[in-house]
């Protein structure tokens, strides 16, 4: 029977599969620096869906906190909408995470009554004051993060937050707003304020915040997340194979790259999928092509939007797709025209149904920048997936 897969399509990589992305953690760990030499920070660290970004900020927290002595604290938000559950969360973080260390007292201390030990699967944390007193802490959240920084003076220099998923938050004015004013009361009322906070987000979401309060903008150090490399992407798939003792043919490897295209929610899909179909220790270009097409399918009902999913996949448009997933290298923008020398007679007529359908469900978009006719692939991710479904129509690779 197969062990477990190193491969975790959907999560965060494990710390010990990181790769890339050096000129990023050398930016970021200069704003810690500078935080904790007094100098506040704020870091948006942004990229498309699918880049790594809570992979990277996992990765960063553990090195601020092995390296800066820092307390680092993740907080997914994806289901949060309301300032009081957003600062509730926090506070519940910085808890667990203080949970173990010989100094949680202090901190717990400073939250009162309102924390419990819960024994549930192991010993944890729980923080649920009443809504008022939320109310409180959402006003009082620079003084809050501000008093628990002084109580591990001489433990912790200083705190790292990471809010992951700020979708729900981002799209009221309330949460902009309060950022804002966040930043501003620590700026002004502290000549010494250790917390960087790293929002993390598609840059549609830094958007919908500026749309909100564009002063924001102003306060964030911007990090952008580019597709890894052909190399990194290989470095990722020898060490993840080899970390449960399988090797991959080299032929294999240069598949398992090319069809990744450097995006790391792609990756951890065909390298999963090419693990429960190799059947020996060796990856072979066989295993590869295989376990590709199985991701492919997967990654279409996992990560596509229902819609999206269906029409890319619709006998109407797919053969159209076909010839734009038959391009190589991958390329997320074309033009109308020289998609429209590639079509049938047939094809042809159908191809400005296409183009105003595939808007409509914002998949591309014009480009203007680009020229009259232009259109870009809205997301990284469509290209790609469209690439491997070609592959996978064709019954394997080209």
């Not at 959402?138 to 220099?157: C, D, H, T, Y």
């Not at 470095?235 to 993840?240: I, L, R, V």
């Not at 029409?311 to 998609?339: H, N």
Request: aromatic share 12%; charged share 25%.
């Amino acid at each position: 029977m197969k062990g477990d897969s190193p491969f975790r399509p959907g999560s965060p990589v494990p710390i010990e599969l990181f790769v890339g992305r050096q000129e990023q953690i050398e930016e970021i760990l200069r704003y810690v620096s500078a935080t904790l030499s007094g100098k506040q920070e704020n870091v948006f660290l942004t990229g498309e869906r699918g880049i790594g970004k809570s992979s990277l900020a996992a990765f960063l927290r553990q090195i601020v906190a092995n390296r800066e002595n820092v307390l680092g604290v993740h907080v997914f938000l994806g289901h949060v909408e309301t300032l009081e559950e957003f600062v509730r969360c926090i506070f519940e973080a910085i808890l667990k995470e203080a949970r173990t260390q010989r100094w949680y007292e202090r901190v717990a201390g400073f939250f009162g009554k309102y924390v419990r030990e819960i024994d549930l699967f192991g010993v944890s944390v729980s923080f649920a004051p009443p809504q008022d007193d939320l109310k409180e802490l959402v006003r009082g959240f620079p003084e809050a993060l501000w008093n628990i920084s002084e109580r591990m003076q001489g433990e912790r220099k200083g705190i790292f937050i990471v809010l992951d998923d700020i979708n729900g938050l981002a799209k009221k004015p309330d949460f902009a707003n309060w950022y804002k004013s966040f930043v501003d009361y620590a700026a002004t009322h502290y000549p010494k304020y250790p917390v960087l906070v790293m929002p993390t987000g598609i840059p549609a979401i830094r958007d919908a915040l500026s749309s909100h309060q564009p002063s924001l903008m102003r306060v964030f150090r911007v990090v952008d997340i580019p597709k890894l490399s052909d190399e990194e992407v290989e470095g990722f798939f020898q060490k993840a194979f080899a970390k449960v003792n399988m090797t991959v043919e080299p032929d294999a490897l240069k598949l398992l790259v090319r069809y990744s295209s450097g995006l790391p929610i792609f990756m951890h899909e065909v390298g999963d999928a090419v693990f429960w179909v190799t059947k020996d220790n060796t990856v072979t270009l066989e295993d590869a092509d295989k376990g590709i097409r199985n991701a492919a399918e997967s990654i279409g009902r996992k990560y596509l939007d229902p819609r999206v999913y269906r029409a890319i996949r619709s006998p109407r448009y797919f053969s159209i797709l076909r010839k734009l997933g038959g391009q190589q290298p991958i390329r997320s923008v074309f033009t109308k025209r020289e998609l429209e020398a590639a079509l049938t007679a047939d094809e042809r007529k159908v191809l400005n149904n296409f183009l105003q359908k595939m808007r409509g469900l914002q998949v591309i978009e014009q480009d203007p920048e680009a020229g009259r006719g232009c259109y870009r692939f809205t997301n990284e991710m469509y290209p790609v997936y469209i690439y491997m479904e070609s592959m996978r129509s064709r019954g394997g690779r080209r």
